[in-house]
């Protein structure tokens, strides 16, 4: 009843970009923030992008700050993450997540999570 979809993972090379996409079908009448994480191996999960749906919002990870932008599609009910400027470092498995009410960047405050996908910068 609750899925997210996500799709635009790949390789590219650095300098390159890359469009995430996450097509939620969110069915309860609410407010979601809906956010974009990513894992590197070793490392801990962290908070990429968010964009609120209640009061129209958009939050960034200072380390991808004037590279990516979080935008939405409220006809298709779709959340991208437009990625530019990529970097070696930004490789990663991508997460989309929602959570209902206001803008957090912490992972555990997310109720609903894709699958993720793998992004791969090459140098």
């Known amino acids: 009843q609750v899925q997210l979809v996500e799709s635009g993972g790949g390789l590219v090379q650095a300098g390159g970009s890359l469009r995430l996409s996450c097509a939620a079908s969110?069915?309860?009448?609410?407010?979601?923030?809906m956010g974009w994480f990513r894992q590197a191996p070793g490392k801990e999960r962290e908070f990429v992008a968010a964009i609120s749906w209640g009061i129209v919002s958009t939050y960034y990870a200072e380390s991808v700050k004037g590279r990516f932008t979080i935008s939405r599609d409220n006809a298709k009910n779709t959340v991208y993450l437009q990625m530019n400027s990529l970097k070696p470092e930004d490789t990663a498995v991508y997460y989309c997540?929602?959570?209902?009410?206001?803008?957090?960047?912490?992972?555990?405050?997310?109720?609903?999570w894709g699958q993720g996908t793998q992004v791969t910068v090459s140098s």
């Open positions: 997540a929602a959570k209902g009410g206001y803008y957090s960047a912490s992972a555990a405050a997310y109720n609903y």
């Open positions: 969110l069915r309860t009448f609410t407010s979601y923030t």
